[in-house]
């Protein structure tokens, strides 16, 4: 993974990041899905270890989502973000007078 440590969610607290139908998922399940993983072939949710702990982005998540459902869903909220990225660059450069 390659996002910022700001960006760290516990394993433990990925059900309040997940879409509505997940969200009442057992803290369990994260970590099943990160040493296990789904499906066959098994598909692992990426996680970083730290101080004994598992973390995990919402962008790692995404990514699961994408490989699990076929990358169609999760493909429309990271052009959103991306798009959103992208003007918050121009506002910065507007406002630097770039």
Do not use: C, Y
Request: glycine letters at 8%; zero cysteines.
């Amino acid at each position: 993974m390659s996002e910022s440590t700001d960006d760290l969610i516990p394993l433990a607290q990925l059900a309040k990041f997940l879409p509505p139908p997940l969200k009442h998922t057992h803290a369990s399940t994260g970590a099943r899905w990160a040493l296990r993983g789904v499906g066959n072939p098994r598909i692992k949710l990426e996680t970083v270890k730290i101080g004994g702990r598992r973390f995990v982005t919402r962008a790692a998540v995404d990514r699961f989502v994408a490989r699990l459902t076929g990358g169609e869903a999760v493909k429309a909220a990271a052009t959103a973000e991306r798009q959103r990225q992208f003007e918050d660059a121009t506002r910065e450069l507007d406002a630097q007078g770039v």
